[in-house]
T-cell receptor, first 118, second 110 residues
Framework: ETGVTQTPRHLVMGMTNKKSLKCEQH?????MYWYKQSAKKPLELMFV???????ENNSVPSRFSPECPNSSHLFLHLHTLQPEDSALYLC?????????????????FGPGTRLTVL | TQLLEQSPQFLSIQEGENLTVYCNSS?????LQWYRQEPGEGPVLLVT?????EVKKLKRLTFQFGDARKDSSLHITAAQPGDTGLYLC??????????FGGGTRLMVKP
């Protein structure tokens, strides 16, 4: 049973639309992540928030804009996307590691939002 | 950026067969994780290995971390249709973010 929920589960949007993806975690974690999973590439880390502050932005185009208003919620705002942005967008959360690192502790993933850009 | 290569990319077998999937890199990892992802769901952690040469077992799944901590394998004994899914390895290097391999898509036919 996942403690990370994502809405919507499916989204179809035109290139001129603005939409937002929402992620909520009920696990008491203090780090949250956005990943992109497309058919022909490995899972790609997009953004990381630690204690509600962005600590990683992996050269993601500005048409993706994350927001983390509190430790339980994470948003990904989308505008003027391209067809190649069609993918599964996954949110994850974790505790920070004992040394403050991210990878050592288990990341719990949500079910993802399947995005199609027409 | 460390690159994780998984092989094979696709594997289709009959129920009851054994299989091994591999995760390799030229980099040394501080730890490595294996996830399974089923259609319509996010990845779920199966195991974390941290010590070179470590072997962990989870029912019919056996995970091994290479002595040099550059590679790992997942062996499934007597595969069942419920094992069908995408198997992902992910590496952590000294507190950095996780890097994922491309995955092995396994189908087990009844």
């Amino acid at each position: 049973e996942t403690g990370v929920t994502q809405t919507p589960r499916h989204l179809v949007m035109g290139m001129t639309n603005k939409k937002s993806l929402k992620c909520e975690q009920h696990l008491g974690h203090n780090a949250m992540y956005w990943y992109k999973q497309s058919a022909k590439k490995p899972l790609e880390l997009m953004f990381v928030y630690s204690l509600e502050e962005r600590v990683e932005n992996n050269s993601v185009p500005s048409r993706f804009s994350p927001e983390c208003p509190n430790s339980s919620h994470l948003f990904l705002h989308l505008h003027t996307l391209q067809p190649e942005d069609s993918a599964l967008y996954l949110c994850a959360s974790s505790r920070l590691g004992t040394s403050g690192g991210f990878g050592a502790d288990t990341q719990y993933f949500g079910p993802g939002t399947r995005l199609t850009v027409l | 950026t460390q690159l994780l290569e998984q092989s094979p990319q696709f594997l289709s077998i009959q129920e009851g067969e054994n299989l091994t999937v591999y995760c390799n890199s030229s980099s040394v990892f501080s730890s490595l994780q294996w996830y399974r992802q089923e259609p319509g769901e996010g990845p779920v952690l199966l195991v974390t290995v941290v010590t070179g040469g470590e072997v962990k077992k989870l029912k019919r799944l056996t995970f091994q971390f290479g002595d040099a901590r550059k590679d790992s394998s997942l062996h499934i004994t007597a595969a069942q249709p419920g094992d069908t899914g995408l198997y992902l390895c992910a590496a952590n290097n000294a507190g950095n973010m996780l890097t994922f391999g491309g995955g092995t898509r396994l189908m087990v036919k009844p």
